[in-house]
């Protein structure tokens, strides 16, 4: 018993000397239930420092009433009866702390209560000792102060903690609040390292949160067991959808547009190559058994001849002459009464003119002049917005109210430098010399002074808290630490971890993809420096609006410097600010009209030679060079390009006095096109009129004229009428571009023809007389006495007889041989191919404008978009406006709120946070900030945001503020609490505040007691392609119509860029409609016009073929479908007309005289009057027509524009090509095969007049051409 008792003793004296040893360093020795490791305050390590605790490894110990009460008023009613390991000094450090992150997690209760209870269960647990194990000490004032410690929790409670936070959104900034408490923490492990990691502004001192090891830790016991769930089935701890995905609703899936493929390949496109397969293969089944036929029938009457005798006899002989002969019966002898009124009616027109002269130039330059007058109201639209998007529409009717409501958007700033100038490829941008020199340039653009009016950056910013201005860059990582050479690299590493921890003056944490780019693993290998500086925006021609452009202006000045600078440096710089886009826009245009002068001289020179040589040929010149003074028709050139300008003038004053503003497209295009157009026409007249010299010589001047024109003015008028149509069409559309172009287009065209009918004749007739007097061309005062008089009279003697080579070419040669058989079948089968072609491609035809085609080819907006899309991995913002919604009631509030318990299932916010989970259909990738659900918890008076004087809002209040809106404010009450929160400041002591955040986010009228509107911001994922762009702003549309079903709340998406993609939610149904409108006009007018439904669908089929041709030729050569080309399209049918239409014409009134010669080539009645046609106007197309054109528009192709490069010379080389070989190959074939029946023309008498003109005119050419050659 004795041995015991000492035995006792030994081990008592033994555990109080290790007792006294632990108190000696304050690490916990003894882990029981019951005992504490730390208790109260011991001081701080530093002056500035936070107090420490006091290792305490004694038991807990009852609270006094004061500390109990505090207690529970901070962890709730669990620690109402407990002992705790806590000292009411710990308590306020603790309420202060819990209540600054209550205001970054309290929108959801299951994380705040997680929150709260591990460092409730860690400061007061009365179990402390067995889960806490301080680690170190250090002693000061001869106290231990603890600095570090661990603190162990089970895996499950960490988790679960982590999964109720995860989602949690931190609505001011519009971010997740891990961020804030986390660090942007991926797992529980990270998240609780940050919570305890020792640094400024968090945990004074180091605790750590080991995994549980009973090897490592004995006698540990990890604290907590099961987390609260962020979908816990309590309402009270339940946690919003936006922050908690467990807990939304299921949104449909969103039924795309079916794409129909088959394999790699577009159902449209399979379909056409198959049916084109199938008419390949039956052709060539045609085509054997014909041949197999013809040789079956050959050998036949072979085998018959051998039996009968083969001498012909005379009857043989006469009914020969009969066959041969029988295309002469075949000419056409039924007349059109409409084609007879037309040309009586032009032949009178023509003959007033042309006896008339003096009046009828008088009289039409009068008329332009009074026309032009209307240019003292010309006006040129360059703003975007109010060009490609109509007034009344929605998009305009929607920016309009998000200007007047919440200003118009930022004008953004922004730079990028990149490291991708050596040879080896782009490297770090990042290193401590380029951090110097950059802020340097960052600190030089701060304090840049315009040269005007002496504006700063600091005078026009965009400052959210009032002092600060907002510039997004990795300079303001250092903006209150420094850059230094020796830790930059760490700050810079730390500041990327924690984004909060370093925020800048302007206190909104910066997010490392909006200033770095270009990296993978770490962003500090990245190849791109970002930097945006905000500026507020202001209405156009206001003072502020002004002052902004101004600096901008004197910012591009300083940018260009620091590019040479960043060369030097072997870095490159690319920039953009508002101004820019315009400015380079401007330039483009600038140089647009030298190139547009360049191809006016060009194509004025040709038709001056060209003109000239339907009168005088190399043969003439030889004779006697003096002629060539007289026959030259370089004035009638100078005349028909003065009438161009005329037209446009005309055209310009007229829809200027209506008010109709003129756009660069218009100052671009229209001239080029009425030159084209009435270059055309000048040609026709003149060749018709040379041939009423030759066939009629003998006439006045004025009766040759008006057979002249009697002749080719119904071809005139059916090209016109189906150019002003297809172009007025046009004025339908609601986009303004569009709309003004189609009326100046349609103006012009119709100005031009009239005075190419009624002024250029005139001048034609007296330059006719001029020839006759033999008076020099451009100095008609001077007669050339040398030249030979005789033949002046319809110009004989000088050649007119002789044919020019193009005429020569087609009739003996091309003509023929495109009218064969087998060359038919040939050429149908190849446009077929075309067509089928052109159709297969559809598909393959993209929609936008990419705004680096838009720029001139050496702007640096190209780089800078480059490295936009290439660097900068964030979207456009988006915001969800709300319109006239009465936000006071608690039923609206309930269609927008997300973060209470009675918030409607699909309210706004729901949705858009439900959205945000699927980007890649909704193109949705941040929360969106509700003021909404901000402001009711800056009502939370635990927060100690909101205050009536020293009175807390809400406190005390019945009931008391909760998370179910019973009680929250409405009506003059919700209005009274909205301007104080409004006016709140957004700081650490309240970071709800909605100064920073919202005061630009709702308009409130007090008045009334209403929210007339709000908006709901959040942004887009990265657009990278007018692919994305069309889909994001397509997407956004979708989300508001479906919210504005669900909840019968007006809303609509905004966002800078919508307003310019809006027309393409539309433009390839209104491509559809504008090209088949006009395709059904010309059908009528053709059919009208020509007498006959056949001949006017072959020409409609002809031009829908062309324009397939060129949508194909769009595809392959990368011209997306935009405004721009659509304008394109709509003059591509009216040009596709003018090919044809004088074909079309020739074939069905053909010449009497040019017919009588297709008997020697033995063509029959369609072949007849298709070679007639060609002979009569081919001729005129290709020279007049063809080439014009094709010289005009090949000098495009040395445009420094993108856009003209593109958009024009691109898409018009197509259209001129095939337009040609369509009017010039497939439609004669296609008129030979299928055309509609023949007129007789008007001006065919058939008299002895006619005869003896005929007849002369075939006897002054070669007999070998028309009597033995074989046509």
Partial sequence: MYTLLKIWHILAASSLLLLSNAADNGLTKIHEAGRCAIRGHCGSQSFFGSELPCPDNDLAESPSADARKKLVGICGEKWSDSKVCCKEEQLDALETNLKRAESIIGACPACQENFFNLFCTFTCSPDQSLFVNVSDTVEKNDKLLVTELDNVWSNKYGKGFYESCKDVKFGPTNSRAMDLIGGGAKNFTDFLKFLGQKRFGGSPFQMNFPRPNKAELPGIVPAGRTAKACNDTNENFRCACVDCAASCPDLPEVQDAEQCTVGRLHCLSFAVIVVYSVFLLLLVTAITGHVAYQQHAQSKNERLRLLQDTAPSDDEEDEGDVVRNAGIMEKPQKQYPLNNWLDKGFSKLGNTCARFPALTISSSIVVVILLSLGWINFQVETDPVRLWVAPDSDPAQEKAFFDDNFGPFFRAEQAFLVNDTHPGGAGPVLSYDTLQWWFEVEARVKRLMSIQGGVTFDDICFKPTGDACVVQSVSGFYDNYGLDASDWKDHLRTCLDEPVECRPDFEQPLKPNLILGGWNETALDAEALIVSWVVNNHAEDTLEFERAVDWEESMISLMQ???????????????????????????????????????????????????????LAAGAILR???????????????????????????????????????????????????????????????????????????????????????????????????????????????????????????????????????????????????????????????????????????????????????????????????????????????????????????????????????????????????????????????????????????????????????????????????????????????????????FFRWLNPSLDCCFEGSQKCFDGRDPPWNITLSGMPEGSEFIHYLEKWVQSPTDDDCPLGGRASYSNALVIDPQHVTIPASHFRTYHTPLRSQDDFISAYAAARRIASEMADRTGVDVFPYSKFYIFFDPYATIEQLAGALIGSALAIILVLTTVLLGSLRTGLIVTVTVAMTLADIIGAMALFNVSLNPVSLVNLIISVGIGVEFCAHIARAFAFPSPTILERARSGNYRGKDARAWASLVNVGGSVFSGITITKLLGVCVLAFTRSKIFEVYYFRVWLALVVFAAIHALIFLPVVLSLFGGEGFVDADADGGLEQDLASRRYRALLPDDDYDSDEL
């Fill in 561 to 615: 410097a620091v590019q040479v600078e960043a060369r030097e440096r072997g870095l490159r710089v690319s920039f953009n600010t508002e101004a820019s886009l315009t400015k380079e826009l401007s330039k483009s245009s600038n140089t647009d009209a030298k190139i547009i002068v360049i191809s006016y001289i060009i194509m004025f020179i040709y038709a001056s030679l060209a003109l000239g040589s339907t009168t």
């Fill in 624 to 934: 006697n060079p003096s002629n060539a003074l007289v026959q030259s028709k370089f004035m009638l050139g100078v005349v028909g390009i003065l009438i161009v300008l005329m037209s446009v003038s005309a055209s310009v004053g007229l829809f200027s006095a209506a008010g109709i503003k003129i756009t660069l497209i218009i100052a671009e295009v229209i001239p080029f096109l009425i030159l084209a157009v009435g270059v055309d026409n000048i040609f026709l007249i003149v060749h018709e009129f040379e041939r009423a010299n030759v066939s009629h010589p003998d006439l006045p001047v004025s009766d040759r004229m008006a057979k002249a024109l009697g002749r080719i003015g119904p071809s005139i008028l059916l090209s016109a009428l189906t150019e002003t149509a297809a172009f007025a069409l046009g004025a339908a559309v609601g986009m303004p571009a569009v709309r003004n172009f189609a009326a100046y287009a349609a103006g012009a065209v119709v100005i031009n023809a009239l005075l190419q009918v009624t002024l250029f004749i005139a001048v034609l007739a007296l330059n006719q007389q001029r020839v006759e007097a033999s008076r020099m061309d451009c100095i008609p005062f001077i007669r050339v006495k040398r030249a030979d008089s005789s033949g002046m009279n319809g110009g004989v003697t000088y050649g007119v007889d002789e044919e020019g080579t193009v005429q020569r070419f087609i009739r003996k040669t091309y003509a023929p041989a495109l009218l064969g058989k087998k060359t038919k079948v040939t050429i149908i089968t190849l446009f077929l191919a075309l067509f089928a072609a052109g159709l297969a491609l559809l598909p393959e035809l993209k929609l936008g404008l990419d705004q680096r085609i838009a720029v001139p080819n050496d702007s640096y907006l190209i780089d800078y978009f480059n490295d936009l899309y290439a660097y900068f991995d964030s979207g456009p913002p988006v915001y969800f406006v709300t319109r006239e919604v009465n936000v006071t009631q608690r039923e609206h509030q309930q269609q927008l709120c997300s973060r209470f318990s009675t918030c409607d299932e699909f309210s706004i916010a729901n949705v858009l946070e439900e959205e945000r989970k699927r980007p890649n259909v909704s193109y949705i990738a941040d929360a969106s900030a509700n003021w909404l659900d901000d």
